[in-house]
């Protein structure tokens, strides 16, 4: 099924990520990863497997997730998670 969720708010953010047409999870939404991986990281869950989570994703939609790598979209997501979550604990 083909993911129906709003990533108007993340489309700058994915329109920087690499091209994947040949890897494991290529159909799937790049920015859904982004989002798990953003709260996997600002939780600091790293108990989640990357595979798992790729898994039960949907399938991408148009726009500036298609096509984009969804391991480096969850990578970057929980990069940001982090950070976010250590700008806030200084806060
Ligand atoms: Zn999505």
Avoid at 11 to 20: A, G, K, R, V
Avoid at 25 to 46: F, S, T
């Amino acid at each position: 099924m083909a993911c129906n969720k709003n990533h108007d708010g993340i489309q700058q953010i994915l329109e920087n990520l690499p091209t994947d047409q040949g890897g494991v999870g290529r159909h799937k939404c790049a920015a859904c990863a982004y989002e798990a991986g953003y709260k996997a990281g600002y939780n600091l869950d790293g108990s989640l497997s990357i595979d798992n989570v790729l898994a039960n994703l949907d399938e991408s939609q148009a726009r500036a997730q298609r096509h984009k790598s969804p391991h480096a979209a969850y990578a970057l997501g929980y990069y940001h998670g982090v950070c976010k979550r250590t700008q806030d604990d200084n806060n």
